[in-house]
């Protein structure tokens, strides 16, 4: 059964943004933006993918915070009440959390404990070529580390939309632009960056090429919580006198502003340290960096901060994608917001066990060629992310029109953008989606590089 009575609300504005922009930023801007501006061009990257935000995220993000505002429902019962006979599209989008969650708090333990690490003056150690395969190979401390991330991220969503949720990220938010300034600042002054810096904000017109667009928009949709449930979610706590367009302008800025820091951060550090050798996922974030910090002048105090930072960004994450599930849950059940964490907690701790020792005493079991850690990522962001963005595409533009869309936003203001949603919604968003999806597929079996 539906359950919209006496539903949780954020205050305004400011803690809707703050709370979706946390669910934005996450590990996804921290480590693969770097990684992936620094292999397509720098600078044309970055200008490409801003382009993409203002245009193509800010079409999608809109759509999925109008459909719940419109609701007052998680995604399989917003998509149920516009039109019943698709209400897959949201059981296909609430999949996509719940397999997301488990193996995302996975490496938000990892981030935990390199965190503990270079604040308990470990810091040496960490930045070793063996430690963090040690760590990960340990039967035991991988697992122990991903039950903390999840003990803090249960208890974030145990105390609500407003206490919780909200509070949180007013809280976590401006801290992490703080934090991303500061390092980004220190990191720009180290001998030997500014060949870095060049590198990653002046755009090479050569550099560009189709895989340049096709990864800027494959990680805007892993970076903007596109297609997730999230921004559904969000928006059915959305009060009618909140402006959706302004504020999903205000979460790209948010969200881009942290991306580019990070790029920032990382990128020049790196030039300056390793010859430029920007490694991808965890071997950049648990393997190079440490290395960085540890030639690095202050390189500890700027590790702790580093490690801080990336545990605020997984954090306002891994909860966005909790309260979805436990949403989720709620609204179809009708159980209690308490018991419904307890049950989701159970549930993402057991999934996620498989992620946690995939790497190391499991290794030798795999799932299409993949160990499970990269299988669940395969699964989420590469196959289901992009098929639910591409259905969510064909039901606006198609089903209950952009019309719908368009009425929801302009009840608190005149959308002032309509003809540019309309035409991404219809035509841009679903040929540039199914390009993603191919791609993505293709890349990950080794028939097409991007």
């Known amino acids: 059964m539906e359950q919209k009575n006496n539903r949780s609300n954020f205050t305004g504005k400011i803690g809707f943004v703050l709370a979706a922009a946390g669910s934005a930023i996450g590990l996804g801007n921290i480590w693969r933006f770097p990684y992936l501006a620094a292999q397509y061009g720098g600078g044309i990257f970055l200008l490409v993918y801003i382009i993409l935000a203002v245009t193509f995220g800010f079409a999608l993000m809109t759509a999925e915070i109008a459909i719940g505002r419109k609701t007052g429902l998680s995604c399989i019962g917003a998509f149920a009440k516009l039109r019943k006979k698709f209400a897959f599209i949201g059981w296909i989008e609430s999949v996509v959390p719940i397999i997301v969650l488990p193996y995302y708090s996975v490496i938000g333990g ?11 003056g470990h810091a040496h150690a960490a930045s070793s070529d063996t430690f963090f395969n040690e760590f990960i190979k340990s039967p035991a401390e991988p697992v122990l580390w991903f039950a903390i991330f999840m003990i803090l991220t249960t208890v974030t969503v145990l105390l609500g939309v407003q206490k919780g949720v909200e509070n949180v990220s007013k809280l976590l938010m401006p801290v992490l632009i703080v934090l991303s300034l500061f390092i980004s600042v220190y990191t720009m002054f ?169 790497n190391g005493i499991w290794e030798n079991y795999k799932v299409l060629g993949m160990e499970f850690l990269t299988f669940f990522d395969f699964i989420s962001n590469s196959v289901l992310m992009p098929i639910v963005a591409f259905l969510i595409c064909i039901f606006v533009g198609y089903i209950i029109k952009p019309s719908a869309i ?45």
């Open 110 to 120: 990892w981030v935990i404990k390199y965190f503990v690490s270079f604040s308990t």
């Open 190 to 358: 180290i001998p030997g960056a500014m060949e870095g810096v060049l590198y990653y904000i002046s755009p090479n017109i050569s550099k560009f090429s189709v895989n340049t667009v096709l990864a800027a928009m494959g990680q805007l949709f892993y970076s903007m919580s596109i297609a997730m449930g999230i921004m559904i979610t969000y928006g059915s706590y959305l009060k009618k006198d909140v402006n959706i367009e302004s504020s999903v302008k205000q979460i790209e800025i948010f969200d881009t502003a942290v991306a580019f820091l990070a790029g920032l951060m990382i990128i020049p550090a790196v030039f300056a340290c390793s010859d430029g050798n920007v490694g991808q996922g965890p071997g950049l974030m648990f393997v190079t960096l440490p290395k960085v910090f540890e030639t690095m002048r202050g390189g500890t105090v700027i590790g702790i901060l580093f490690f801080l930072l990336v545990l605020f960004a997984a954090l306002t994450s891994s909860v966005s994608m909790m309260e979805t599930v436990v949403s989720i849950i709620m609204d179809k059940t009708g159980l209690k917001r308490k018991l419904s964490c307890v049950l989701v907690f159970i549930g993402a701790f057991i999934i996620g066990i498989p992620a946690s020792l995939g």
């Open 406 to 450: 368009i009425d929801e936003v302009n009840k608190t203001a005149p959308m002032k953008n309509e003809k540019m949603f309309e035409l991404i919604i219809k035509y841009v968003a679903p040929i540039c989606i199914l390009l993603i999806l191919i791609t993505s597929i293709l890349n990950a079996f080794g028939i097409f590089k991007i």
